[in-house]
């Protein structure tokens, strides 16, 4: 098969840049890859420490018309915004309540992987997976 695509950047819609900035690095453990301002806003992604050069997270400002509908609708329904892997469920899982991080969903088997979801503090809904190798 030919490799024709990847995913190089997703994003999630943010109310607050600087706040989404402090919460995926100082608390989820992600680090600010760029950071270029953009007229009142800015050009702000975050990477996987181990994955420097891989997939990054656009903290994009939520200020569209249409965003805080759709948020609020994902939010209202459980939906996550983004989903993110992680090596040990419980560890992190136990480190993020810690930190003061709320969940509206603890960890829970469902079938091969096990899911958790958590308020990113900036209006969406993250969802952390485990899926044994």
């Given at each position: 098969m030919v490799w024709r695509m990847r995913i190089?950047?997703?994003?999630?819609?943010?109310?607050?840049?600087a706040k989404a900035l402090s919460f995926y690095t100082d608390v989820l453990g992600f680090v600010k890859k760029h950071d270029v301002p953009v007229g009142a806003d800015r050009w702000l992604t975050v990477v996987s420490p181990r994955e420097?050069?891989?997939?990054?997270l656009l903290l994009e400002p939520s200020d569209h018309p249409a965003v805080g509908p759709y948020k609020a609708a994902l939010v209202a329904d459980?939906?996550?915004?983004?989903?993110?892997?992680?090596?040990?469920?419980?560890?992190?899982?136990?480190?993020?309540?810690g930190l003061?991080?709320?969940?509206?969903?603890?960890?829970?088997?469902?079938?091969?992987?096990?899911?958790?979801?958590?308020?990113?503090?900036?209006?969406?809904?993250?969802?952390?997976?485990?899926?044994?190798?």
């Open positions: 190089r950047l997703t994003s999630v819609y943010v109310d607050d840049q420097p050069e891989g997939t990054e459980g939906i996550p915004a983004a989903q993110f892997a992680v090596e040990d469920m419980q560890a992190e899982y136990e480190r993020l309540i003061g991080v709320r969940f509206t969903q603890e960890p829970r088997e469902t079938g091969p992987v096990t899911t958790a979801v958590l308020d990113d503090t900036c209006g969406n809904l993250i969802q952390l997976l485990y899926r044994e190798s």
